[in-house]
């Protein structure tokens, strides 16, 4: 088993790269190869995982958290805030949430129509204000 740390992973469409400790490549991850919580894996996490020669390069697999801590969350449980209080997160401005919900809605869903986009966008806003989950 390897060690690394993981440099960017989109939740959304599953997919990452983390850097191996001993220096080598970047190493893909795929949701499907987690053995935690999606949620958890974010940029500068460290994580363990198995490397195996795929089609386009390394792929991990059987990728877990190198410190699993007792406020993490077992595997198939939900993540609880004690277990993201030590974890960087980004704020964003009102403007960048709606530029991300945007991409993400269009990736994720590209039937939506511009009015489905714009009304989707303003609800989510409107949560994300009522819980001061972005900086204004």
Not at 87 to 111: F, H, N
């Amino acid at each position: 088993m390897l060690t690394g740390k993981v440099l960017r992973f989109d939740d959304v469409r599953g997919y990452g790269f983390v850097a191996p400790d001993e220096g080598n490549e970047d190493v893909f991850i795929h949701v499907n190869d987690l053995e935690c919580d999606k949620r958890l894996i974010v940029p500068g996490v460290r994580v363990r995982f198995a490397a195996e020669e795929g089609d386009r390069g390394l792929k991990a697999s059987r990728v877990s958290l190198v410190e699993h801590r007792a406020d993490q969350p077992p595997t198939d449980g939900q993540p609880t805030v004690a277990a993201y209080d030590d974890m960087a997160c980004d704020v964003l401005t009102a403007r960048e949430l709606r530029d991300e919900l945007t991409e993400a809605m269009l990736a994720g869903a590209p039937s939506l129509t511009g009015q489905q986009i714009l009304a989707v966008r303003q609800s989510v806003l409107e949560l994300a204000r009522k819980h001061c989950w972005i900086d204004e």
